[in-house]
């Protein structure tokens, strides 16, 4: 019988996914990561109260399971990257490199020494062995698809991988949990970024990247208000600005147009929002799953942020190993740090970090 470690969150996902896998007849051993260890604002530790899920989860399914800590592991090859991104005025997704570090690297080769054949997590997302490597491809439930999040997980990373949710829907999901007793059927999906959970954002980043008041300015050097640290704002952001009209002035929100991070200075605009629209958008290296195409231009799609629609647009491998992307339509507020990810009917043919 082949062993399965299954990669549980406490969650209603990799619950089912752990119950689909025995039902198939695997050997299935369930494993708790620790990434990040902080008490919540009540003092309770969220990572506690989820581990105790997988015991009840573990408990009903009558399987084995282990917990790990790899918040070392993390605050080193994730955390301080997400923290020298955001120094940078930059706008990093910690959560791809999650997967690429720890959950198909760390949890992997913990998995392996306690007898894995197979390792297995609750991604909604689908996995395919080829005679020329491994592909990732889109999961059948297009709203909850994460491929997005996976696109910097290599080919060799994806070999002996299952995704039991990858041909199911999520309300199918829930359905499965609650027929067969599993205690969180009902569990609330947990959102945001994994170490910051429901949180104040900006209240969690100030105790990492202490805050400093500095100016709002117009592109023409008009002071218009005062920010609170230039560290915690986006490109496009609207809300949180605390700016009003200006006698004489334009109409419209204003939103953010760039960030001067050395002189901490905020730049808005108002009104007219055409200048956030680009169609060129370049990655200096991209991860392409398992190698690129053919052809050094193709046409593809793209997304530039997770359960975006899909765009049509034309990709151009670069020498020394990066992309260029061309989309047919305008995108809005293409932040560099973020990741575009590019696909081929359903097969997501990876990402690069935007520069």
């Given at each position: 019988?082949?062993?399965?470690?299954?990669?549980?969150s406490g969650g209603v996902d990799s619950a089912v996914a752990a119950y689909l896998l025995?039902?198939?007849?695997?050997?299935?051993?369930?494993?708790?990561?620790?990434?990040?260890?902080?008490?919540?604002?009540?003092?309770?530790?969220?990572?506690?109260?989820?581990?105790?899920?997988?015991?009840?989860?573990?408990?009903?399914?009558?399987?084995?399971?282990?917990?790990?800590?790899?918040?070392?592991?993390?605050?080193?090859?994730?955390?301080?990257?997400?923290?020298?991104?955001?120094?940078?005025?930059?706008?990093?997704?910690?959560?791809?490199?999650?997967?690429?570090?720890?959950?198909?690297?760390?949890?992997?080769?913990?998995?392996?020494?306690?007898?894995?054949?197979?390792?297995?997590?609750?991604?909604?997302?689908?996995?395919?062995?080829?005679?020329?490597?491994?592909?990732?491809?889109?999961?059948?439930?297009?709203?909850?698809?994460?491929?997005?999040?996976?696109?910097?997980?290599?080919?060799?990373?994806?070999?002996?991988?299952?995704?039991?949710?990858?041909?199911?829907?999520?309300?199918?999901?829930?359905?499965?949990?609650?027929?067969?007793?599993?205690?969180?059927?009902?569990?609330?999906?947990?959102?945001?970024?994994?170490?910051?959970?429901?949180?104040?954002?900006?209240?969690?980043?100030?105790?990492?990247?202490?805050?400093?008041?500095?100016?709002?300015?117009?592109?023409?050097?008009?002071?218009?208000?005062?920010?609170?640290?230039?560290?915690?704002?986006?490109?496009?952001?609207?809300?949180?600005?605390?700016?009003?009209?200006?006698?004489?002035?334009?109409?419209?929100?204003?939103?953010?147009?760039?960030?001067?991070?050395?002189?901490?200075?905020?730049?808005?605009?108002?009104?007219?929002?055409?200048?956030?629209?680009?169609?060129?958008?370049?990655?200096?290296?991209?991860?392409?799953?398992?190698?690129?195409?053919?052809?050094?231009?193709?046409?593809?799609?793209?997304?530039?942020?997770?359960?975006?629609?899909?765009?049509?647009?034309?990709?151009?491998?670069?020498?020394?190993?990066?992309?260029?992307?061309?989309?047919?339509?305008?995108?809005?507020?293409?932040?560099?740090?973020?990741?575009?990810?590019?696909?081929?009917?359903?097969?997501?043919?990876?990402?690069?970090?935007?520069?």
């Open positions: 019988m082949a062993k399965v470690v299954v990669g549980l025995k039902e198939r007849g695997y050997d299935v051993v369930g494993l708790f990561m620790r990434n990040w260890v902080e008490e919540g604002d009540d003092g309770a530790c969220t990572a506690d109260e989820d581990f105790y899920d997988v015991r009840r989860v573990c408990s009903v399914l009558d399987i084995p399971y282990y917990g790990v800590d790899f918040s070392r592991e993390y605050y080193d090859r994730v955390f301080k990257h997400f923290l020298q991104e955001y120094e940078k005025g930059r706008t990093p997704n910690p959560d791809v490199l999650c997967n690429r570090e720890i959950k198909f690297a760390s949890f992997a080769e913990h998995a392996r020494k306690l007898g894995a054949d197979y390792i297995a997590t609750g991604h909604y997302c689908r996995a395919e062995e080829r005679e020329d490597g491994n592909y990732l491809l889109r999961a059948a439930d297009e709203n909850k698809d994460q491929t997005y999040f996976l696109n910097q997980v290599t080919s060799e990373q994806l070999q002996n991988v299952i995704f039991p949710l990858g041909d199911l829907i999520k309300g199918e999901v829930r359905e499965i949990a609650e027929r067969a007793g599993i205690p969180v059927a009902k569990k609330k999906d947990s959102t945001g970024i994994c170490f910051i959970g429901e949180r104040n954002f900006r209240k969690f980043l100030s105790q990492y990247l202490p805050m400093k008041e500095g100016e709002i300015r117009t592109e023409s050097g008009a002071v218009v208000g005062t920010h609170r640290g230039v560290f915690y704002y986006t490109l496009g952001q609207r809300k949180g600005l605390g700016l009003g009209g200006i006698k004489g002035g334009r109409e419209g929100a204003w939103f953010v147009i760039g960030k001067d991070v050395k002189n901490n200075i905020l730049y808005v605009s108002q009104g007219d929002e055409s200048r956030l629209y680009s169609d060129i958008i370049e990655c200096e290296s991209f991860n392409f799953i398992p190698h690129p195409p053919k052809e050094e231009q193709f046409d593809c799609m793209v997304r530039i942020r997770h359960r975006q629609p899909l765009q049509q647009a034309t990709a151009a491998i670069l020498p020394g190993g990066g992309v260029r992307i061309k989309t047919k339509t305008p995108q809005r507020a293409v932040c560099a740090g973020q990741y575009a990810v590019l696909y081929q009917n359903q097969i997501c043919l990876g990402g690069g970090e935007i520069k």
